[in-house]
Structure formats: C-alpha cells, structure tokens
C-alpha cells in the first residue's frame, strides 16, 4: 500500500462521468486546476470518443472549456457528463 | 428508397434506449417509449415568455429506418402528442448552449437543425440540401452538433432548450 503526501491528494479530485450515449459511468481522478476541455479530452479518449470538442455538463451547467475545473465548481465527488459542444447550423 | 427491415430498427432502438432512459432519469426528465411503433416521447421545459416561468414541450422522436438514416424529430403538443406545427415548438433567441440553437424557423416551417434529425435534410423538406443523403447523418462536420445516439441526441436538443424564451408564435398561413 502506497501513502501519498495529503498536499498532492488535495490537488486532484475524483469525479464520477456519465455519457448520454451510455449506461455505465467511470471514475476519473483530475487535478483540480486542470483546464476543463482537456480533462473532458481525457475522458473522451477513455470512453472512446475522437474528434469534437468534448466538454462537461454539471446538472443543467455547461462548464467552460477554456477554465480550470475548480473554478467551474467542479469539485471532489462530483457527477459530470461527458457532452460535445458542436452548436446548431 | 432506403427501407431498413423494421425488425433491425426495433433492435437499434432497443439497444439504445437503457442509456437514455438512465439519462434522462438522471435529469429528472419523463421519458416515454414504444418501441413496436419505433417512437419516444421525452418532456421538457423551457423558459417561458414572461419572467419567471416555466413552459412544457413534448419531444418526439421516430425511427422508421434507423439506423441506416437519422431519426426524426420535432415537438408535438404535449396533452394529445398531435403534430400542431409551429405551436408545439419553442421559440429560440437565435443562440443555444454552443452557438446558433438547433430551433430554427425557415419560412413557414420550423425544425430542429441538425444532423441527426432527417426533418433538416433538403431531402426531407429541411434547409440542408448541402448535407447530402440522410443517410450521412453519421459524418462528422466540424464546429457543428455531433450525437449519433439517442441517448446523446435527447442531451444535445435538451441543452439548448435552456435558451429558449416560452413557445414560438404560431405560423401564418
């Protein structure tokens, strides 16, 4: 069994993604200050997704891309949705 | 014509539907289905035209064909679940969640553009002659909606439904 210092455990947060498309979730580990579209990338690629520009959805708010995922109240033990953010045409 | 046997388009109904129904469950939404007519049913609200309330709609989605061509959506009134046309729709401010809103108006007809709904294509009486046959709803177009399954189709029509500003007027004939 591995300890970990308890400053780098407060860094990341553990959240549970859901995709619409999909009945099983899975659970990332993130660093809080990681910006939201690259976190959604990581998760995208897990669930298998390519291409787009994957994002997460907490509730009815869609957090922005460009932000860190504490700064869009992302927080530890959270449930997110995995969604892309392709507009209308 | 394109006739998938109904058969197939039950079974990729059926496949699909346990993730919509658990999204949806997770958005605290109704969702309604019948899979022998190959039709579901999904309620939403929307901002209503005044401030501080809340309007219902009834989204309707078919899949004859499925899934060799994309779906078809639009709303329908929410106590007989009739085709009303443009009263059942709600009216969109011009922007959704990622851009312009799905909710489009084009001419007379109003319809929800994009590429999964069949309803868009030129084909099908839509806007899109420039998307080709309904049966490359699967193709991805960059910058533009992306959901190839229910599950994600139902989320993609929900996220824009927060912009909406209560229903679309009715049309003019």
């Known amino acids: 069994m591995s300890i970990e210092p308890v400053e780098a455990r407060h860094n990341t947060i553990t959240v549970t993604v859901f995709v619409p498309g999909e009945t099983e979730s899975r659970t990332f580990e993130f660093e809080k200050h990681s910006r939201v579209g690259e976190a959604a990338r990581v998760a995208a690629t897990a669930f298998g997704f390519s291409g787009g520009d994957p994002t997460f959805a907490k509730g009815k708010d869609v957090l922005d891309r460009q932000k860190q995922l504490v700064a869009e109240g992302v927080r530890d033990g959270d449930a997110l949705e995995l969604i892309d953010t392709g507009g209308g045409v | ?173």
Not at chain 2, 88 to 114: D, H, K, T, Y
Not at chain 2, 144 to 173: C, E, F, H, K, W
């Open chain 2, 1 to 173: 014509m394109l006739a998938v046997p109904r058969r197939a388009s039950v079974q990729a109904m059926a496949a699909e539907l346990p993730a919509a129904i658990a999204w949806a469950r997770r958005h605290g939404l109704t969702l309604d289905h019948d899979e022998d007519a190959l039709t579901l049913w999904l309620a939403l609200t929307g901002p209503g035209a005044e401030p501080d309330t809340v309007e219902g709609y009834l989204l309707r989605g078919r899949f004859d064909d499925y899934r060799a061509i994309a779906p078809e959506w639009l709303f329908v009134d929410p106590e007989t679940r009739k085709e009303i046309g443009a009263d059942a729709f709600p009216a969109p401010p011009g922007v959704g969640a990622f851009g312009a809103s799905l909710f489009i108006q084009n001419n007379s007809r109003v319809l929800i553009c994009a590429h999964f709904n069949r309803l868009a294509y030129a084909s099908h009486g839509g806007v899109h002659g420039d998307w080709g046959e309904t049966t490359s709803w699967l193709t991805r177009r960059p910058g533009q909606t992306y959901a190839t399954n229910i599950g994600s189709m139902l989320d993609r029509i929900y996220r824009d439904m927060a912009y909406t500003r209560g229903r679309r007027a009715p049309v003019a004939t």
